[in-house]
């Protein structure tokens, strides 16, 4: 491993090789508890760029995020997406006559619903003669359909488009095995009682072991969480770095949380039970607490633990893209432009979690920004293996504390940045994910002016 990262670090660009180093830096977190003070508004260059539309986020909800098993596990998917989705209408008052298209991101896929978009679509109440598609590109499935929106809007194709994401890991598909599954089909085309017998006498009870659904990277048969053991030893990233970390996340979530900052979260009522209003995965704890458990992966001498690690979450969200003229002669207030993105891929095996450190300096090199020009940083935290500036970094938690729905994260990480952005006084927001098959994703959020 350490031979790989010498090669990479040769081998990139001279603001990827530092970018590099800053954002693999040991995590020493404990006096960074609490979150930076507001930073005072800048005055910078606007990202605009002529002859091209500006593209803004007007508002942007998520249900609550809840770990898996709990009170969404007798749902749907697409029940969950459509409670983003009203909770967006319900928020934003938009007719839904004006939305041109909807576009959802999802990862495991409901298999009776595998255009959960759609489905969620038409359960809010939108007109069945508005266009819906679902994406999936892993955890950056929600990202992949802000900016198909985008794209939409830039091309002049739409004026107006809803993005979102949705997971729901409290029934995950879990199907027969193969061999079951070809007796099944074979039976079904069987035409004699006789072709019927003859398939039965081949049954063997082996048949009856299910397919749960892949936790492992298909290329490489490796989990993302071994793969992050991996990766924090190579960087020496210590188990304390890595509780410590996490613990922060925990600690800003929660203060967040009780100052009522997470006004994305929208309440819902679930069928049968009670309204849910917060996220429910948040649980600050101690140092001496996390260090009680044994690693999850690399046994007995990993780092990665459940303390330290995302969990199973359910959850949607959903945000309103519009074209700034389009947000503004409705009479809308945007909250912040969408600005520059990229998309990176690199070797699955040993840059799995890589994505946000490659596409970071690229997204900045294209926007023309350098790291200090940032206010605001949202990252995807899978794992605690490493971070940017944490005086700016996920100052009111993250996926370790908030949750994880993998196709939901990227709209909640872009409205963090776009709602800190705002409460904090700063001007340039970076949001930036890693997702399977080591990919990534980074995008500029701007402030939209008061």
Request: aromatic fraction near 6%; proline fraction near 5%; glycine fraction near 8%.
């Amino acid at each position: 491993m350490t031979s790989i990262l010498t090669y990479t670090l040769k081998n990139l660009p001279s603001t990827s090789k530092w970018a590099l180093r800053f954002s693999l830096r040991p995590l020493s977190c404990s006096s960074q508890l609490r979150a930076a003070p507001a930073a005072q508004t800048k005055s910078k260059k606007t990202l605009a760029k002529p002859n091209i539309r500006n593209i803004v986020v007007v508002e942007g909800v998520r249900i609550p995020f809840l770990q898996s098993g709990t009170s969404y596990k007798e749902l749907m998917p697409h029940d969950l997406a459509r409670a983003a989705l009203l909770g967006l209408l319900h928020r934003t008052s938009v007719p839904k006559d004006v939305v041109d298209y909807i576009i959802f991101g999802t990862v495991i896929q409901e298999v009776k619903t595998s255009n959960v978009a759609r489905e969620a679509a038409l359960g809010a109440g939108f007109s069945d003669k508005t266009p819906a598609h679902t994406v999936t590109m892993a955890c950056i499935s929600a990202n992949q359909a802000m900016t198909t929106g985008v794209g939409l809007i830039a091309s002049g194709q739409c004026d107006v488009v809803v993005a979102g994401g949705v997971e729901l890991m409290s029934d995950v598909p879990i199907r027969h095995s193969r061999k079951m599954r070809k007796m099944l089909l074979d039976l079904n085309k069987a035409k004699t009682l006789g072709q019927r017998l003859s398939l039965i006498s081949k049954f063997r009870l082996n048949f009856l072991s299910p397919e749960l659904p892949a936790v492992a990277e298909f290329s490489t048969s490796e989990t993302m969480g071994h793969s992050a053991d991996r990766l924090a030893a190579a960087f020496a990233v210590s188990r304390l770095d890595q509780d410590e970390y996490a613990l922060r996340s925990h600690s800003l979530a929660k203060k967040a949380q009780d100052e009522g900052l997470l006004s994305d979260v929208v309440p819902f009522k679930v069928p049968g039970k009670d309204t849910v209003t917060k996220d429910n995965g948040i649980r600050p704890s101690s140092l001496e607490q996390m260090a009680k458990l044994k690693p999850a992966f690399i046994k007995p001498y990993g780092t990665v633990t459940a303390a330290n690690s995302s969990f199973l979450t359910d959850g949607a969200s959903a945000m309103l893209i519009m074209a700034e003229e389009k947000a503004l002669a409705m009479g809308y207030k945007p909250k912040a432009y969408l600005r520059d993105f990229v998309y990176v891929s690199q070797d699955p095996k040993d840059q799995l979690l890589l994505g946000p450190t490659y596409a970071t300096p690229k997204v900045l090199e294209r926007a023309g920004l350098t790291m200090t020009d940032i206010d605001a940083f949202e990252f995807h935290e899978a794992f605690s293996v490493g971070s940017p500036p944490l005086e700016k970094f996920n100052n009111w938690g993250g996926s370790l504390s908030l949750g994880h729905p993998f196709g939901a994260t990227g709209c909640r990480l872009v409205m963090a940045a776009a709602n800190r952005l705002r409460k904090e006084g700063g001007q340039y927001g970076l949001v930036a994910a890693c997702a399977a098959g080591g990919q990534g994703h980074a995008m500029i959020v701007e402030a939209y002016p008061k």
